[in-house]
């Protein structure tokens, strides 16, 4: 048997029910290590250990009962703002509260463990799952993930951040091999997981289909065991994305302690006989057996009476209304008493305020923005404008947009409902431009042609280019806001609330000047991370690459001055944290809220740096002439980089610039710092993205960059030998059955879920159903299409059509 020589040793783990783990059979160990059904980890009722049920998550519950199988089919639930909306707050106390209430309506359900957050860092704007994720910063994304950790986890509920880790796309992400070097690793990617374990002391942690670096997030030792474990201290429990296990013993001595959902004990069959022939330590179970027998007895009991589903609702509408970020403002905001406004945009009327996918929730109730004016007693004219999602003639659509123009001219103001429609994102598969509908486009500057105060209100689940931004009077971005996003937005634009949000993502002028257009979204089997470290506003600040709305911008309807910077040292040593104070004053006439932040940048030119970084903020509430002294501390990770060479975090000796700013690009005080810290050595790194228009890094920098030769891509595979790894889709060149399944499946998935094929919860089903490898057959049927089955289908696909449909009817029904 392999020695374990990792940071993490599993035999020196105590086991906190040793009593119990002793009584189990080896079987009953094994079958711990993998769900009871879709949604439930197993209990053993001999020993009084009950199941635990688990469910999604982020930012709602999706709870399915015994017989709602379909995405769209759940128990109600609030639908609180997702998180590309709720990173916009940058205020951990708003966020924990969200959480509070989450958990509550989590133990009314008798919910375990809340499968989110989803913390993934936002690598380039089109991945579509972006709305579920922070951030493209590491030092948000995690501090925003701790936040409703804690307040998920406060009333024993359990969180489950995700996907652990770089799943930053959708595109074959069951089988995509994220290729990532180690200090963008570390710096970017990892660092808000190591947030979520250390501030947020998550309770589980869900790993990620694809695989890094050539090996599957579901069965890396590194990932899981040496740094999860090892040297964050994780003391909770793994499982696996829903059908992300390849190889279960591999996994188990990973570190990946729970399979979902069942596989029908197949694959606990496999560690059983793995123990039996001395290649896995029994101990391995005993401890897994061990963590899921702790999350069962230490889970809260349901409460019976319920939750205020009303009071939820409003929390909901709080939340995003303090979450919106107003981007520009010539004056037409706040709306004022007695105006004549026109409501454009069949948005207004349907509000997208959710994601698809497994993200799915089924709201109690829906508000939209014409539902909350009428409620507020705001007077009104609405015109669609637009068409959304359906097909509509030319001759309809231009009427429609005409209609809108004429009466445009007669009001003062004309607030345009736009955003990105339910086709264009979902889980499942990346967005495939950053642009709105053309007809939004086109309806926006016709109507911010006859009238000066437009203002548009943009509801979508990430970055778009606005290509006329400079035309309208005013834009509020308000994200997938939840289901009262039409009452946040009117508290908004009547000023009830004064916008505090501020940009999580940067906005660039259009989708090419990402740093990661060249490599998104990869091969079909390798996904580059060839901007390394240089990620959102990272690059663009380093590049000098001008955006639309940098990272951290956002306006308020008062003013915010910022004086007297104060540095608690200005001589520092490695591992040292340094106090920033300065003065925030409330300069305007209206109460209101400042996110202030504080930017580290190294000059010390001893390794390669993005030109600034995030490493603090504070959102500070002031009244109208008000001003406090603001103390935002920075710990001695601010000042250190990872050292692929040294393996470990190192500071640099030399002077690092202290920013207090509005926003990335907005610095409003600043002042250096000396460090002092051993010689450290840094692994080399190209200066490609210096240059305001960066060529494609080469593979030799690439390469240099992985400190290994780079992945060789791999060939289609060949019929005849088209294995259990491979997808329909990487079958369908040369298989017409794999051609007429992929056409069959999208059919048969919209009808059955009673839905047009393009609807967004088809579509990520197809998708996914079509991208995966053919070994997930048996997860999504959860079992029922055994992997003797699955061996079938593939000997049909090999040519061995008869030979195969034997093989598939002769093992219906056995496990
Ligand atoms: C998603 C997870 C989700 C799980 C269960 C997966 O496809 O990636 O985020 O929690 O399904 O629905």
């Given at each position: 048997m392999e020695k374990d020589t990792s940071k993490y040793d599993h035999a020196r783990i105590a086991l906190k029910h040793a009593d119990i783990v002793q009584k189990l059979t080896l079987e009953e160990k094994a079958s711990l290590?993998?769900?009871?059904?879709?949604?439930h980890f197993k209990g053993i009722e001999r020993l009084g250990i009950p199941e635990v049920m688990v469910t999604d998550g982020p930012h709602g519950l999706r709870k399915q009962e015994e017989?709602?199988?379909?995405?769209?089919?759940?128990?109600?639930?609030t639908c609180f703002p997702t998180a590309v909306t709720t990173?916009?707050?940058?205020?951990e106390d708003l966020i924990e509260e969200l959480g509070k209430t989450l958990g509550e309506e989590a133990i009314c359900e008798g919910v375990?463990?809340?499968?989110?957050?989803g913390l993934n860092i936002?690598?380039?704007?089109?991945?579509?799952?972006?709305?579920?994720y922070f951030s493209e910063d590491p030092y948000l994304a995690g501090k925003a993930a701790a936040a409703l950790i804690r307040g998920i986890q406060a009333g024993g509920t359990g969180a489950c951040p995700k996907?652990?880790?770089?799943?930053?796309?959708?595109?074959y992400r069951m089988s995509i091999?994220?290729?990532?070097?180690e200090r963008a690793l570390r710096e970017i990617y990892l660092a808000p997981f190591e947030t979520a374990v250390?501030?947020?002391?998550?309770r589980t942690i869900m790993c990620a289909y694809n695989k890094l670096n050539g090996t599957y997030c579901s069965e890396n030792p590194l990932t899981l065991?040496?740094?999860?474990?090892?040297?964050?201290g994780f003391e909770g429990l793994t499982m696996t994305?829903?059908?992300?296990?390849?190889?279960r013993v591999a996994g188990a001595k990973a570190g990946m302690d729970v399979e979902m959902p069942s596989s029908g004990g197949m694959n606990d069959k496999k560690l059983v006989s793995a123990v039996k022939a001395g290649e896995l330590d029994e101990r391995v179970l005993d401890v897994i057996a061990d963590r899921v027998i702790d999350l069962a007895l230490t889970s809260p009991e349901r409460r019976?009476?319920?939750?205020?589903a009303e009071a939820h609702d409003k929390a909901a509408r709080k939340a995003a209304a303090n979450c919106?970020?107003?981007?520009?403002?010539?004056?037409?905001?706040?709306l004022s008493e007695g105006e004549k406004v026109l409501v454009v945009g069949e948005m207004a009327a349907k509000p997208r305020f959710q994601g698809a996918g497994s993200s799915f929730i089924n709201a109690h109730k829906i508000t939209s923005l014409l539902d909350a004016l009428s409620q507020e007693g705001v007077t009104y004219a609405y015109e669609p404008g637009y068409p959304l999602e359906k097909r509509m003639s030319e001759k309809k659509r231009s009427k429609l947009l005409s209609q809108a123009e004429a009466q445009a001219a007669k009001y003062e103001k004309v607030i345009v409902m736009a955003g990105l429609p339910?086709?264009?994102?979902?889980?499942?598969f990346d967005r495939s431009?950053?642009?709105?509908p053309k007809e939004q486009n086109e309806l926006i500057a016709r109507l911010a042609a006859v009238n000066k105060n437009v203002v548009v209100v943009l509801a979508g689940g990430g970055a778009m280019e606005l290509p006329w931004a400079d035309a309208v009077n005013a834009v509020l971005f308000i994200g997938?806001?939840?289901?009262?996003s039409g009452g946040a937005s009117v508290d908004v634009l009547t000023g009830k609330v004064n916008p505090s949000g501020k940009l999580a993502e940067s906005f660039p002028f259009?989708?090419?000047?990402?740093?990661?257009a060249h490599y998104f979204p990869g091969k079909r089997y390798l996904s580059e991370y060839r901007e390394s470290l240089f990620v959102g506003y990272r690059y663009y600040l380093s590049a000098g690459v001008k955006v639309r709305y940098p990272f951290g911008h956002g306006l308020s309807y008062t003013t915010f001055q910022y004086s007297d910077l104060l540095l608690s040292k200005k001589k520092l040593k490695e591992g040292e944290s340094v106090e920033v104070s300065f003065t925030l004053k409330n300069t305007g006439h209206r109460a209101g809220a400042e996110v202030a932040q504080v930017y580290v940048g190294d000059l010390t030119g001893e390794t390669a740096c993005p030109a600034l970084e995030l490493k603090g903020s504070k959102k500070v509430f002031l009244e109208a002439g008000e001003e406090k002294r603001v103390t935002v501390t920075l710990p001695p990770r601010a000042f250190m980089h990872w050292s692929s060479v040294e393996g470990d975090w190192a500071a640099c000796s030399g002077a690092y610039r202290i920013c207090v700013a509005a926003s990335c690009e907005d610095v409003r005080l600043s002042d250096e710092i000396e460090m002092s810290a051993p010689a450290h050595k840094f692994a080399p790194c190209s200066?490609?993205?210096?240059?305001?228009?960066?060529?494609p890094v080469t593979n030799e920098e690439f390469s240099d960059l992985l400190r290994r030769p780079l992945t060789p891509e791999k060939p289609l595979p060949q019929k005849g030998a088209f294995?259990?790894?491979?997808s329909f889709n990487d079958m369908a060149p040369q298989s017409g059955l794999a051609r007429f399944i992929i056409r069959f499946a999208r059919r048969a998935i919209a009808l059955s879920m009673h839905a047009?094929?393009?609807?967004p919860n088809c579509k990520m089903m197809h998708e996914v159903m079509i991208t995966?490898?053919?070994?997930s057959l048996s997860f999504s049927s959860q079992g029922m299409f055994n992997e003797k089955m699955a061996d079938g289908l593939l000997l049909m696909l090999n040519g061995s059509f008869f030979k195969g449909l034997g093989k598939i009817i002769g093992n219906i029904g056995k496990k």
């Open positions: 290590c993998s769900g009871r059904d879709m949604w017989k709602q199988l379909l995405l769209n089919q759940s128990v109600k639930a990173a916009c707050s940058w205020d375990r463990v809340v499968l989110g957050p936002k690598r380039d704007p089109l991945c579509g799952r972006n709305f579920e996907h652990f880790c770089c799943n930053n796309q959708e595109y091999s994220a290729e990532v070097d250390k501030e947020g002391k998550a065991n040496e740094i999860l474990r090892g040297e964050w994305d829903w059908g992300a296990t390849a190889d019976e009476e319920g939750y205020d919106a970020v107003l981007l520009k403002n010539a004056g037409a905001l706040p339910a086709s264009f994102e979902a889980e499942g431009h950053m642009r709105l997938l806001a939840g289901q009262n259009k989708y090419e000047d990402c740093p990661s200066g490609w993205y210096l240059s305001p228009s960066p060529e294995t259990v790894n491979d047009p094929a393009d609807d995966s490898p053919l070994r």
